[in-house]
């Protein structure tokens, strides 16, 4: 399967229903783009990776993200590298890095759930007792969330 092929059937490539150009669609552009083209669709769009151990006010790191969502995955991941220890877990007899588990579960839902075309800006936050992330939401229902009313919505299911 060539490049093209690949991304045509990813749905990431194709026809715009509206002009009948062919071309890449803004999900490739977040996933693949550079970084000038990503600016000229979504300028707000940055991640801000955070590290509040000592400065809890401010900051004692931080890194402000503002590439694709392949790069911005693998910075992201180098940060929690560098910021949370990494015990030694075993399950059965394999090695797992407890750390990489669970800081990629949250960051790959974070960037890939995101909403693209808030102002807001994501976060990453390493504090010394806990890390969590902060994402702009569009709420589709009211009320609290138990595990017999969730029913799950894909923000962007072709990036996903």
Do not use: C, W
Not at 38 to 47: F, G, M, R, S
Not at 59 to 72: A, C, F, G, P, Q
Not at 114 to 122: C, K, P, Q
Not at 130 to 135: G, L, P
């Amino acid at each position: 399967m060539s490049d093209e092929e690949l991304l045509k059937s990813a749905g990431l490539y194709g026809i715009d229903r509206i002009t009948g150009q062919e071309g890449y669609n803004p999900a490739a552009v977040m996933l693949l783009g550079k970084d000038d083209v990503i600016l000229d669709i979504v300028p707000a769009y940055a991640t801000d990776a955070l590290l509040r151990k000592v400065n809890v006010d401010r900051y004692d790191d931080r890194e402000i993200i503002k590439t694709n969502l392949v790069e911005s995955y693998e910075q992201l991941m180098e940060f929690s590298r560098k910021h949370l220890p990494d015990k030694f877990f075993l399950e059965d007899d394999q090695r797992k890095s407890l750390r990489s588990i669970i800081a990629r579960e949250m960051l790959v839902n974070t960037l890939i759930h995101r909403e693209f075309t808030s102002l807001y800006i994501a976060k990453f936050v390493i504090e010394k007792e806990r890390m969590y992330v902060e994402n702009a939401n569009r709420a589709t229902g009211e009320g609290v969330i138990t595990p017999e009313n969730l029913e799950p919505n894909p923000k962007n299911p072709i990036i996903a």
